[in-house]
Nanobody, 125 residues
Framework: QVQLVESGGALVQAGGSLRLSCAASGRPVSGYAMAWFRQAPGKERDIVAAIDWNGGTTYSADSVKGRFTISRDNAKNTVYLQMNSLKPEDTAVYYC??????????????????WGQGTQVTVSS
């Protein structure tokens, strides 16, 4: 069993930056891909970025390429999402996710089994 706890969400002005953290407990996630998703009101939960088990390969959605960076510190069992040049359309609840088994990077929500409770990011114009 894996527990995921996100933190770092806040209200920020457009153009600003935030760093989200996802702390995992219950089982080391060092051998597993990890991902960040987001869900805006009335919209589906979409993948933002994902990273393989050692950080050697990452995936970013087109909407955040060049602005968001996913990273991980396996010694701390933590995954990060650095968000720069934030836009009002980035406003959403951001979720951390982990798959049930070691795998290549899933890029859709059915590929993930464990989810955090989410952290709110609000970008004002």
């Amino acid at each position: 069993q894996v527990q995921l706890v996100e933190s770092g969400g806040a209200l920020v002005q457009a153009g600003g930056s935030l760093r989200l953290s996802c702390a995992a407990s219950g089982r080391p996630v060092s051998g597993y891909a990890m991902a960040w998703f987001r869900q805006a009101p009335g919209k589906e939960r979409d993948i933002v970025a994902a990273i393989d088990w050692n950080g050697g390969t990452t995936y970013s959605a087109d909407s955040v390429k060049g602005r968001f960076t996913i990273s991980r510190d396996n010694a701390k069992n933590t995954v990060y999402l650095q968000m720069n040049s934030l836009k009002p359309e980035d406003t959403a609840v951001y979720y951390c996710a982990a798959p049930l088994r070691p795998t290549t990077i899933p890029i859709s929500s059915p590929g993930y089994h464990y989810w955090g409770q989410g952290t709110q990011v609000t970008v004002s114009s």
